[in-house]
């Protein structure tokens, strides 16, 4: 007994003194736990919004519940077409980007691992950071300089040749390949970064082994590169997966016009549109509820299907 007292006697006395060593660090720590409580935290109380008839001059605890036990908005919001509309071009869209552009970063980070003159190699990655710090508004902007029908640069080349020029923005199926094939441009080169440091941390003496044993370089991509950064693929594929039904504003709504609207309205795009423009903020609450719950069973069943696979997973 006696000693077991010691031990605790012991235990808290090593810790005053780790306390009294380390203390600015939980003072520093201190501080964005703050920031997460505060803006992170304490809001998600008015998620209840979701299930309450909202009104501006009243307290979310003084505001009515919603007919249907709570369920009026989130009803609505499934018989509402244009809704419907939004989510399946959100899930088309999502899954067109997951389908071309997450490959594309890991081919690209594989192939600039490949390149021996350095000055070469940083010159391509440099250029290829580079639309990721454009805003889709100038991003927007280059696109009707490319590829209007009339006057883009794209389509005088194609009319040059003879071809008929291509509506890439007004023409849906066209559209839905541009809106692609421009957030690839944009993301590629930044997204190829965390491959690339996962790649450098692999062991060079592998290289070595295999050099020796009279591995060329794609047989040395195959079995050690791809292998060395095959759990920051999982990672990064089950964040991806856990944003399914998740969409960027600044992108649909840059891009999108009146011809392509059928295609081109995403839930992001929606809710700004009947949220703050409709002033239907319970209506636009429960979709975004709806949204968090949908991409958080996305993330926790990827991680179980990974961890199954026998990769590690997220947590």
Not at 142 to 165: R, W, Y
């Amino acid at each position: 007994m006696s000693r077991t007292k010691t031990q605790r006697k012991g235990s808290n006395q090593s810790f005053g003194v780790y306390i009294k060593r380390y203390w600015q660090l939980y003072v520093l720590l201190a501080l964005p736990i703050i920031y997460l409580i505060v803006f992170k935290y304490i809001p998600m109380l008015y998620i209840m919004i979701a299930f309450k008839k909202y009104s501006i001059v009243q307290s979310i605890w003084e505001m009515p519940w919603a007919k249907n036990h709570g369920m009026e908005y989130f009803i609505k919001a499934f018989s509402t077409k244009d809704f419907i509309n939004s989510l399946r071009n959100t899930i088309v869209l999502n899954l067109f980007d997951l389908v071309i552009g997450f490959p594309i970063p890991i081919i690209f980070a594989l192939i600039l691992n490949e390149l021996r003159f350095k000055m070469f190699k940083k010159t391509v990655q440099t250029i290829a950071y580079m639309p990721h710090f454009l805003s889709w508004v100038i991003i927007y902007g280059l696109a009707l300089q490319l590829f209007t029908p009339t006057d883009g640069l794209v389509n005088m080349a194609i009319k040059a040749f003879g071809g008929e020029p291509i509506p890439f923005l007004n023409d849906p199926a066209h559209w839905v390949g541009t809106y692609i094939g421009l957030g690839v441009w944009q993301s590629f080169g930044w997204n190829s970064i965390i491959y690339l440091a996962a790649i450098a941390g692999i062991s060079p003496e592998l290289y070595e082994a295999a050099s020796v044993d009279g591995a060329g370089r794609f047989q040395k991509m195959w079995h050690i590169t791809l292998p060395g950064i095959k759990p920051t693929i999982v990672v990064l594929l089950i964040m991806a997966l856990g944003n399914i039904i998740g969409s960027n504003f600044d992108r649909p709504f840059a891009l999108q016009n009146n011809l392509v609207m059928k295609y081109a309205e995403v839930i992001s795009t929606y809710v700004y549109k009947a949220g703050i423009k409709g002033l239907q903020f319970s209506l636009t609450t429960a979709i975004g509820l709806f949204q968090s719950v949908i991409n958080v069973f996305f993330l926790l069943a990827a991680n179980w299907l990974s961890r199954k696979l026998g990769e590690r997973g997220i947590w």
